[in-house]
T-cell receptor, first 117, second 118 residues
Framework: AQKITQTQPGMFVQEKEAVTLDCTYD???????LFWYKQPSSGEMIFLIYQGSYDEQNATEGRYSLNFQKARKSANLVISASQLGDSAMYFC??????????????FGKGTTLSVSS | GAVVSQHPSRVICKSGTSVKIECRSLDFQATTMFWYRQFPKQSLMLMATSNEGSKATYEQGVEKDKFLINHASLTLSTLTVTSAHPEDSSFYIC??????????????FGPGTRLTVL
């Protein structure tokens, strides 16, 4: 079974509008972390935002916020006031067993976001 | 955030040759580094976890004799693709966590290496 599911292969949004990128996850661990990364066409992976399983508040970083619904096992990324430079591939990722340093990130299939003027 | 460098950024080689890719953590020490592989328009697939001073842990389906990993120091891990074939052509990207950010800290990624095997 997939650990991270991103159901939107592509999303389109106009400049200055908000957009939500969906992510659901599957884990039986109590301690885990959820991450969002942006990958522009250059290929670099840019860390955007983090949410821990025990965090009560939804994470926010500038124009990025994470809508964390633990009971539904969803961690959607909300980008407010989209900019042309936001056009990229976005990956949701999870790290299980957060108390062990050696566990790697598991990635979803990604969502391609296209922002138009 | 922390910086991870990767070299080379792009390599083209002939079938049958070996290629070495270096991954360095520039401003922190990493006992663990991770190697991923990404095909065009697809997700990152974990290949192996590189452990400083010990053997790497490979994911199921990844040939350890083909993808040799050496983590000789706390700031350097290398991935060698041995006897490369065209099907090994891909984007290889490494990552590491900065321990000072705590167990919940993000993995920082190198810029990636695009390997083309002719």
């Amino acid at each position: 079974a997939q650990k991270i599911t991103q159901t939107q292969p592509g999303m389109f949004v106009q400049e200055k509008e908000a957009v939500t990128l969906d992510c659901t996850y599957d884990t039986s661990d109590q301690s885990y972390g959820l991450f969002w990364y942006k990958q522009p066409s250059s290929g670099e992976m840019i860390f955007l935002i983090y949410q821990g399983s025990y965090d009560e508040q939804n994470a926010t970083e500038g124009r990025y916020s994470l809508n964390f619904q633990k009971a539904r096992k969803s961690a959607n990324l909300v980008i407010s006031a989209s900019q042309l430079g936001d056009s990229a591939m976005y990956f949701c990722a999870m790290r299980e067993v957060l108390d062990q340093a050696g566990t790697a990130l598991i990635f979803g299939k990604g969502t391609t976001l296209s922002v138009s003027s | 955030g922390a910086v991870v460098s990767q070299h080379p950024s792009r390599v083209i080689c002939k079938s049958g040759t070996s290629v070495k890719i270096e991954c360095r953590s520039l401003d922190f020490q990493a006992t663990t580094m991770f190697w991923y592989r990404q095909f065009p328009k697809q997700s990152l697939m974990l290949m192996a976890t590189s452990n400083e001073g010990s053997k790497a842990t490979y994911e199921q389906g990844v040939e350890k004799d083909k993808f040799l990993i050496n983590h000789a120091s706390l700031t350097l891990s290398t991935l060698t693709v041995t006897s490369a074939h065209p099907e090994d052509s891909s984007f290889y990207i490494c990552s590491a966590r900065d321990p000072s950010t705590g167990l919940a800290g993000p993995q920082y990624f190198g810029p990636g290496t695009r390997l083309t095997v002719l």
